[in-house]
């Protein structure tokens, strides 16, 4: 049993933020038949999904249906911008949703207190059955005027803290900014460890099987859900070499060697 299973229902975006990797496969939606198919595979292995890899999960048409599907045998989480919240405001079978709001840009033409005031409301209209999850980058610009305008909603003073409770099943996230592994990145060391197939796995749109959410483009691709059964690719000397390298210190995979993730 995974802890979790990342599952890219699109990856498609309606933003084009710096920090980004970027998208470089084919642009994609899943399709009913597919999602269906793909929880089938995934019910042995896991009772969580979350609903992320790149891409805007709230940008896929058929979202709402993916969650109410989903949910029947799985927790559903979401990762989102926050830009699009309101297509899920009505939506009560999500588990949790993580809120990017270092995603924010006056560029996109929404004025932030709109932006936070569309989060606001849909917190309300879920928080007694969801959890929420604010998230902040330390460095962000916007990150003052931020906790003011949500202080002012909640008519609470908000600090930015991590793990600070605004109400029930509302928490801030406060992080730095994380460097995306790249195969261009200076960073290189063979040794440590991951949670990669420990605990988790990643699905990308067009089905590959990926051991991480960070292999956004697939370089470490162990097989494809439409072709391949999870348990030939548990099975498989990829999957095997590299659960016993994370198990005793080694990193096996290059893109791996250019991670940094659990340091930053």
Request: hydrophobic share 35%; net charge positive; charged share 25%.
């Amino acid at each position: 049993m995974y802890k979790k299973v990342y599952l890219e229902i699109t990856n498609r975006c309606n933003l084009n933020c710096p920090f980004c990797i970027k998208n470089t496969r084919p642009l994609k939606n899943l399709n009913m038949e597919e999602f269906s198919y793909i929880l089938n595979q995934l019910k042995p292995y896991t009772k969580y999904l979350y609903f992320h890899i790149l891409g805007e999960p709230l940008l896929h048409p058929e979202v709402n249906e993916f969650i109410d599907k989903g949910s029947q045998d799985f927790n559903i989480n979401i990762t989102t911008n926050g830009y699009l919240i309101k297509k899920i405001q009505n939506n009560h079978n999500i588990r949790q949703i993580n809120i990017s709001l270092h995603s924010f840009d006056p560029s996109y033409k929404i004025p932030l207190e709109e932006y936070l005031n569309n989060i606001v409301t849909v917190i309300n209209n879920l928080k007694e059955n969801t959890y929420f999850s604010l998230r902040f980058w330390v460095n962000n610009k916007y990150n003052e005027k931020i906790i003011s305008i949500l202080s002012k909603a909640f008519a609470k003073k908000i600090e930015l803290k991590n793990g600070f409770k605004i109400c029930d099943n509302v928490f801030i996230s406060i992080n730095k900014e994380f460097k995306w592994p790249s195969l261009e990145n200076d960073y290189n060391t063979k040794k440590g460890t991951c949670y990669a197939l420990k605990d988790h796995i990643g699905i990308l749109v067009n089905g590959d099987i990926v051991p991480c959410c960070l292999d956004s483009k697939g370089i470490m691709k162990l097989g494809n859900i439409f072709h391949n059964t999870l348990e030939e690719v548990i099975k498989s000397n990829k999957y095997e070499a590299m659960l016993k390298g994370f198990k005793n210190n080694q990193k096996i995979e290059q893109l791996c060697q250019k991670c940094n993730f659990l340091n930053q």
